[in-house]
């Protein structure tokens, strides 16, 4: 018999969501060059765990791994009651088991905590798998920003999601 998939959004065995420390940066960059992100890089990374929006830095662990580390994180910012996602990364050979998921949910609920009302963010046009990741938490397409990202030139696409 074929184990269950996990439903999305639940904690898998082991997956644990902490707050990113300094000891993650590493692996944090390293997951940001291999998932092809628009890079930040370590330093910036550092900046932004010194400034106000520190809780809003999350990573995922699964302590249960022969590998136990950063499986994914994410990263956003609370302004005027608008949380704002930048950065949200998987280990490949973590993906489609519901770890990018756990870290949106848990983002949205700090912005909750932070009185945040609305969630944005913008993704490649072209990046099927996050925008059908953030439709299935609940995000909804808002608008288009034509040539928005560079190194290949490609609109954005807004995403909103009322918290
Ligand atoms: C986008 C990303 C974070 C998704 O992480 P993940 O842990 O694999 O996502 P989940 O397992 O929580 O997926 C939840 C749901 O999203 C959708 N989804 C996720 N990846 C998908 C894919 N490759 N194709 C189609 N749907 C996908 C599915 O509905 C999935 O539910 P299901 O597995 O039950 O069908 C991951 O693919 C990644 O790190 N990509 C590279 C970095 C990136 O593009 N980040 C977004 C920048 S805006």
Same mark, same amino acid.
């Given at each position: 018999?074929?184990?269950?998939?996990?439903?999305?959004?639940?904690f898998?065995?082991?997956?644990?969501?902490?707050?990113?420390?300094?000891h993650?940066?590493l692996?944090?960059?390293?997951?940001?060059?291999?998932?092809?992100?628009?890079?930040?890089?370590?330093?910036?990374y550092?900046a932004?765990?010194? &400034?106000?929006?520190r809780?809003?830095? /999350?990573?995922? @662990?699964?302590?249960?791994?022969?590998?136990?580390?950063? $499986?994914? =994180?994410i990263?956003?910012?609370?302004?005027?009651?608008?949380l704002?996602i930048?950065?949200?990364?998987v280990?490949?050979?973590?993906?489609?088991?519901?770890?990018?998921?756990?870290?949106?949910?848990?983002?949205?609920?700090?912005?909750?905590?932070?009185?945040?009302?609305?969630?944005?963010?913008?993704?490649?046009? &072209?990046?099927?798998?996050?925008?059908? /990741?953030?439709? @299935?938490?609940?995000?909804?397409a808002?608008a288009?920003? $034509?040539? =928005?990202?560079?190194?290949?030139?490609?609109?954005?696409?807004?995403m909103?999601?009322v918290?």
């Amino acid at each position: 018999m074929s184990t269950p998939k996990p439903t999305t959004g639940t904690f898998l065995a082991g997956l644990a969501t902490d707050q990113m420390s300094e000891h993650d940066l590493l692996e944090v960059v390293e997951i940001e060059e291999r998932s092809g992100l628009s890079r930040w890089g370590w330093a910036a990374y550092y900046a932004e765990l010194q &400034g106000v929006n520190r809780s809003l830095m /999350l990573v995922a @662990r699964l302590a249960n791994s022969e590998t136990p580390g950063v $499986a994914g =994180y994410i990263v956003a910012r609370e302004t005027a009651g608008e949380l704002h996602i930048n950065n949200v990364a998987v280990r490949e050979e973590y993906r489609r088991q519901g770890i990018g998921c756990s870290l949106l949910n848990r983002i949205l609920e700090e912005g909750r905590r932070l009185r945040a009302t609305t969630a944005f963010l913008e993704v490649r046009a &072209g990046n099927l798998a996050a925008r059908a /990741l953030y439709e @299935r938490c609940g995000f909804r397409a808002v608008a288009r920003r $034509a040539s =928005y990202y560079s190194e290949p030139s490609e609109d954005a696409v807004v995403m909103s999601f009322v918290l």
